[in-house]
């Protein structure tokens, strides 16, 4: 190989989006459906977090973690319009997988029918999307995959406590999926310009489901638990997320847009993780940014955490509002703590 090969051998590649596709079940819960199961309003939840409503998993009605995972990863790869044997990689981002282990990108490949491809589970909860779409764009930069899979799914209403007690949580997140067919761009200018990631685990308890876990194993929790002790079900320090949430969501974007020297006024489309409509109007306003720059959703189907993104780019992305040429910016903050944006040029 002479030098030109060589140095051509190491030019990174961009990626970029190549098809999206999201999934919701059927099952819409309104604001006063839960008002059947526990003490709290339509005002209270629509005050607070700015939902109607949310989608959750029907028993019987086929669905899970992964099976809603692959809907929204067909309607990507049909979108990309490649077959699914292209596909050389996939990345699933979830909090809630089918099982403990193994994980749920491992039941895509197998329902996909992609012989043989590498399946990563990503556990970043609501910063998973975020996560998987960086390490895509990494895999793809340095030339060892064209096409990548990238899957958030999350099943959260089989594990949520419905009843006064989990209140402050469970009216909050919603069930759903979204993907993305991450593919090579040629154009170094074009795709994904950069992502930002970070963590910060001395809060992994402020947001955080602790059981079962190897420290808090199933035969403890059953035979031996506290009736007091809920520990197997989220537990979320409300004001705490939300202060931290806000400081980080303009840390990394602004992060992200120095990188590339951008400035606010260059973003046409922002499209926070969809945690709190109260989280997105915080950051909208500090930015000083119009309504038509900040893409929300999070009313129809409440914080669908590591989906919550990829759905809110493919409703985008079908009403027109992304063109050729925007500069997109995706962000998200939650439990780990771990945040980071995603900077694109839609091509
Ligand atoms: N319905 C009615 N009342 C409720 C409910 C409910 N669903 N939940 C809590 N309350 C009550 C509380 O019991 C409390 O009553 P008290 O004053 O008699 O004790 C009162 O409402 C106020 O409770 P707070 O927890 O202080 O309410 P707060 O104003 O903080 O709102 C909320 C709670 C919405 C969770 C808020 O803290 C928040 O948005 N935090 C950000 C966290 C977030 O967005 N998480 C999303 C997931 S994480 C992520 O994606 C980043």
Same mark, same amino acid.
């Given at each position: ?237 409300? &004001? +705490? $997320? ?8 303009? #840390? /990394?974007?602004?992060?992200?847009? @120095?990188?590339? *020297? ?18 997105? &109007? +915080? $950051? ?8 038509? #720059? /900040?893409?929300?959703?999070?009313? @129809?189907?409440? *914080? ?40 694109? *040029?839609?091509?």
């Amino acid at each position: 190989m002479n030098y030109l090969n060589c140095v051509e051998s190491i030019i990174m590649y961009n990626s970029k989006i190549a098809g999206l596709g999201m999934y919701v079940p059927e099952n819409k819960v309104s604001n006063h459906n839960l008002t059947h199961l526990m003490d709290t309003s339509d005002e209270w939840i629509k005050e607070r977090t700015g939902i109607k409503e949310r989608r959750h998993i029907k028993k019987g009605d086929g669905n899970s973690t992964a099976v809603m995972g692959v809907k929204a990863a067909k309607q990507a790869i049909e979108r990309a319009k490649i077959s699914s044997d292209d596909i050389e990689l996939i990345l699933f981002a979830t909090l809630s997988p089918d099982y403990y282990f193994p994980g749920s990108g491992v039941l895509v490949q197998e329902m996909l029918s992609i012989k043989d491809c590498p399946a990563m589970d990503i556990r970043n909860q609501c910063s998973g999307f975020v996560y998987a779409l960086a390490t895509a764009d990494q895999f793809i930069k340095s030339g060892m995959y064209k096409n990548v899979l990238v899957i958030g799914s999350e099943n959260h209403s089989g594990g949520l406590d419905f009843s006064t007690r989990g209140r402050d949580v469970s009216v909050i997140f919603g069930d759903g999926a979204g993907a993305a067919v991450v593919s090579r761009e040629v154009d170094n200018d074009k795709g994904i310009l950069s992502s930002h990631l970070h963590s910060e685990g001395k809060h992994a308890e402020e947001l955080s489901l602790i059981g079962p876990s190897t420290n808090r194993w199933v035969p403890e929790i059953i035979e031996a638990n506290d009736p007091e002790d809920i520990s197997y079900y989220p537990y979320m320090n409300g &004001q +705490f $997320v939300f202060k931290n949430a806000v400081v980080r969501f303009e #840390q /990394v974007i602004l992060e992200g847009l @120095k990188k590339n *020297n951008l400035s606010t006024e260059d973003i046409d489309l922002l499209i926070p993780h969809q945690a709190n409509l109260r989280i997105s &109007q +915080f $950051v909208q306003r500090k930015f000083g940014l119009k309504d038509r #720059q /900040v893409y929300n959703n999070i009313e @129809k189907y409440g *914080n669908t955490t590591a989906a919550s993104i990829p759905i809110a780019l493919t409703e985008a992305w079908e009403s027109g509002l992304i063109n050729t040429g925007d500069k997109i910016v995706l962000a998200a903050f939650g439990s780990g703590f771990t945040w980071g944006s995603i900077i694109l *040029n839609w091509q």
